[in-house]
């Protein structure tokens, strides 16, 4: 259960926030590192996420209260500085560029506290969680037309314009927009979106693998411009305009992203196919192609996650792949319902630093 950031709030601010807004992580079933190259992706929303409670003051501070990191204040115009508190300022400064005509009244300054119980640094998309949360609980003051996309397109530009990372749509829509217990099936490119129902005999295990994931903005953004490079070699305008017989033109790293990515969302074509079938075996097997596609082609997986994918497989597992940006982080596995606890007991007296995250 999460801790109350309302609870929070008044214990820190000896008063009541003006407005409470919750939104969950997510977990990607399929399609890892297509969003931004206009593919497929299937995420899921998970039980866990992130509430944030807020109040306008005039002290033209932000002020910051969290478990999470470092508690901050820092003036409300101050520029990013790479903390936590830049989520604050892209959130209060993307909203009032899309409504000019609301108050503005957080412009004189914000008192907020921020509860979670998604693990940071996973590859849950804590990130969007508060991107979407915060947004949710501005607009609850400002009281503006904002719909789910629009909502999904404003924390993006939070990531773009003032985190540095220069991410797809993939996390922010399925937070936004996803509905529990069934994976969303979006086209980036065309904005189209399915909801699926998930199998109703076997689970998603999600564990977190004990090592928290190293991803920097940097190597994020590197694999983005690879992409893109490739693109150019191509004359398209992104890879999932690509074909097998073009990539097969592509050397060297080019290569190896451009296979990786037309052969994910080919993949993810095949697991909606799947779900909509109650075929988990073909949705398990497509999993663990991912992962070995995400290690050997798009290189983003690390040893110790290799090595818990390669044990799942003598287990009795239908399929497993990291999920998310990768460098560590989570692992998620389908499982038949009833098998769970085995499983997870299995993994830990060879993995004895995952831990439990979600079951969906």
């Known amino acids: 259960m999460i801790n109350s950031s309302k609870e929070l709030f008044e214990q820190n601010f000896n008063q009541s926030p003006t407005a409470t807004s919750f939104a969950s992580g997510r977990i990607n079933l399929i399609g890892d590192h297509t969003d931004y190259n206009y593919g497929l992706v299937m995420p899921t929303p998970l039980s866990l996420g992130i509430e944030v409670s807020i109040t306008p003051s005039n002290t033209l501070l932000i002020e910051g209260k969290t478990a999470l990191f470092k508690e901050s204040v820092r003036s409300i115009n101050a520029p990013v500085d790479g903390s936590w508190l830049d989520f604050v300022t892209g959130a209060i400064n993307v909203f009032y560029e899309e409504f000019p005509n609301s108050s503005k009244i957080l412009k004189n300054g914000i008192k907020l506290a921020i509860s979670s119980n998604l693990p940071a640094n996973s590859g849950v998309s804590s990130s969007a969680a508060l991107e979407i949360s915060l947004l949710r609980a501005i607009n609850k003051i400002e009281n503006q037309d904002l719909d789910n996309c629009k909502l999904a397109k404003l924390a993006q530009k939070i990531e773009h314009n003032f985190i540095g990372t220069m991410c797809g749509l993939m996390d922010q829509m399925v937070i936004s927009s996803g509905i529990a217990k ?58 999932s305009e690509a074909n097998k017989n073009m990539v097969d033109s592509l050397e060297g790293v080019y290569f190896k992203r451009a296979s990786h990515v037309i052969s994910e969302n080919k993949r993810v074509e095949i697991c909606l196919s799947a779900l909509k079938n109650n075929d988990p075996i073909k949705f398990g097997e497509k999993m663990f192609e991912s992962h070995f596609s995400l290690s050997k082609n798009y290189e983003v997986s690390s040893k110790l996650l290799d090595n818990i994918i390669e044990k799942s497989q003598s287990l009795n597992i239908l399929g497993g792949r990291l999920t998310g940006a990768g460098f560590g982080g989570c692992c998620i596995f389908l499982i038949n319902q009833n098998d769970c606890k085995q499983i997870f007991d299995t993994l830990s007296s060879y993995f004895s630093d995952i831990k439990f995250v979600d079951l969906i």
């Open 182 to 239: 069934k994976a969303m099936f979006f086209d980036t490119k065309n904005g189209n979106i399915e909801n699926v129902s998930l199998f109703k005999n076997h689970k998603f295990l999600i564990i977190h693998s004990g090592s928290s994931r190293t991803l920097s903005k940097s190597l994020y953004n590197l694999r983005c411009q690879e992409c893109q490079g490739a693109s150019k070699q191509l004359s398209i305008q992104n890879l």
